[in-house]
């Protein structure tokens, strides 16, 4: 479903991936439409409102959905087209062969033999942020292979970007960096249609600015493929 014709592909200062266009016009204004509710859900991971997927992120498995998202998506037919296409071997070997090179070099214990039924699976989030949303430096979690962010609403605030870090001075990989001493790599405005999609090499340092003068709310979806069992998807966590 995702157009990666279109797609910018950048290799520093991690893998990572612009498509200006993710979906044809029909296509975007559906998943528009259908975009879940929000806003009664506990705020989570900086201020944000979001459904997700996964009902145990503990163990998390391809079957295990939530509630809130299994009543949702049975009158949600385009997300279920978009999580189905997504949600398939060919979809995903296609990410894993083109990454191959930058996975052996991080040392993953994935690769293009592995089956996303088997030994990963496919996650999404549906968020909606408004006054007040940041996100500190940081890497995702040590499960993830690949993730992305794909933008519903054009910008209509102050602040919100995800900011791309360099880590080059650094010699270790922690999971956060606290004192903002990363320095900025490029800031990406949300835009609607607009994908991010990037490899989540240890390095791969993001962060999003505060959130102000909200005029109409920050939504978009975040997903990835993930290991399963809480495994590591990178051994190699030193330069």
Request: contains cysteine.
């Amino acid at each position: 479903m995702i157009n990666f014709d279109k797609a910018i592909h950048y290799d520093s200062p991690f893998p990572y991936t612009i498509v200006e266009e993710c979906f044809d016009n029909t296509t975007i204004q559906k998943l528009i439409d259908e975009f879940p509710n929000v806003n009664e859900e506990t705020s989570v991971m900086g201020g944000r409102k979001q459904m997700s997927l996964i009902k145990n992120h503990t163990n998390p498995t391809n079957s295990n959905h939530s509630e809130e998202y299994t009543k949702w998506s049975s009158s949600s037919p385009t997300w279920n087209s978009f999580y189905n296409w997504l949600n398939t071997d060919t979809v995903f070997h296609s990410i894993i062969n083109q990454y191959e090179k930058n996975l052996n070099q991080w040392d993953c214990i994935i690769n293009n033999s592995s089956s996303l039924k088997n030994e990963c699976f496919t996650h999404i989030d549906w968020s909606s942020a408004s006054d007040g949303y940041t996100r500190e430096i940081h890497r995702d979690s040590d499960k993830r292979i690949w993730n992305f962010l794909i933008f519903l609403s054009d910008k209509d605030w102050d602040g919100g970007d995800f900011i791309i870090h360099s880590s080059d001075d650094l010699k270790e990989y922690p999971r956060h960096i606290w004192d903002n001493s990363l320095p900025i790599h490029k800031k990406i405005e949300a835009k609607k249609n607009l994908g991010l999609f990037f490899l989540s090499t240890p390095n791969s340092y993001h962060s999003v600015d505060i959130q102000s003068n909200t005029r109409s709310d920050r939504k978009f979806i975040y997903g990835s493929y993930s290991v399963l069992n809480n495994k590591d998807a990178f051994t190699k966590r030193i330069k």
